[in-house]
């Protein structure tokens, strides 16, 4: 592992002019420019990988910030992204849909990545609408995979989350208090660090009421997927039985078009440290250990 500086914080603009915050871990030197950490010669030629990472709803950049670190460390030139009016990122003018928010500013880091790294394919690590946000850019976008090198999801699905009676009657609820109160007030009530916009979860509660992931001018995301042709890597949280269950990470990893894709449910039944919340398959000290390497390998050779 190499020595990562401290992060630093790029802004770039968003097609519709909102400013966004990129926290930058530059990949790591080695604690000798002459060896590497296997006692072998190091190639300082070798350009680094590149890395986008993006939260989900009610957080920041701050759930991937120990997996960029550890990325960094192993070599990786990392950028988390923050969502417009989340972290380092403006509010903007108008409140985004979930769909407007992840496709604006996926889009947004990902031509400023490929103009500042023109030679290279960015790699993408997601979580939750993290995740859903490379998804729904890329089905909309397909030739953007030329740029794209290899996918992590973690914990991230669209349609599974009202199946169960109880959730059904929690995600009315939420769109009640929500509607009651102009915005989802995550970090009044222990959801994460940030609210998150009214119209972001409105279209989150519908897709997950209706069972269907469609934009809002009727374009079929599940249908699109099956044209995706990058390396996936779909990580499920066993203990996740409502933002993201195992079926409907499932789901997503099935319609997914590539012959290199691989699922796997994280928990103790499955040789996992713990069974894995929502929030603590990116973010743990377990995750740390068992998440964050399959992560890395599967970012630097497409296998786990």
Request: aromatic residues 10%; hydrophobic residues 40%; charged residues 15%.
């Amino acid at each position: 592992m190499g020595v990562v500086e401290q992060p630093s914080v790029h802004h770039i603009h968003n097609g519709l002019g909102t400013r966004l915050g990129l926290t930058h871990f530059s990949a790591g030197k080695p604690v000798s420019s002459h060896d590497s950490d296997d006692g072998t010669l190091a190639n300082d030629d070798v350009s680094p990988e590149v890395v986008l990472l993006v939260h989900g709803t009610f957080s920041n950049h701050r759930s991937c910030s120990g997996l960029a670190r550890y990325l960094a460390k192993a070599g990786c030139e990392c950028w988390v992204l923050d969502f417009q009016g989340h972290g380092h990122s403006s509010r903007p003018v108008k409140h985004p849909t979930f769909e407007s928010m992840c496709l604006d500013d996926t889009e947004a880091a990902l031509l400023f990545l490929r103009e500042r790294y023109s030679t290279q394919k960015i790699h993408f690590v997601g979580h939750s609408a993290g995740g859903l946000a490379i998804l729904m850019y890329l089905a909309r976008n397909p030739l953007m995979q030329e740029s794209i090198g290899h996918v992590v999801t973690l914990a991230s699905q669209a349609t599974h989350a009202g199946v169960l009676k109880r959730n059904r009657w929690a995600i009315r609820l939420a769109s009640f208090v929500t509607r009651l109160v102009g915005f989802a007030p995550g970090r009044w009530l222990g959801i994460g660090p940030e609210h998150e916009f009214g119209r972001v979860m409105s279209q989150w509660y519908r897709w997950s009421l209706q069972g269907r992931w469609l934009g809002t001018d009727g374009f079929d995301y599940e249908a699109a997927l099956s044209q995706l042709d990058l390396p996936l890597l779909c990580l499920a949280a066993e203990a996740d039985t409502f933002i993201a269950p195992q079926d409907g990470c499932r789901h997503v990893f099935e319609l997914y078009g590539s012959n290199v894709k691989e699922f796997q449910a994280c928990g103790i039944s499955t040789g996992f440290l713990e069974s894995y919340t929502h929030a603590r398959i990116i973010s743990s000290s377990s995750a740390a250990k068992d998440i964050w390497p399959k992560i890395y390998n599967w970012l630097m050779t497409g296998q786990n």
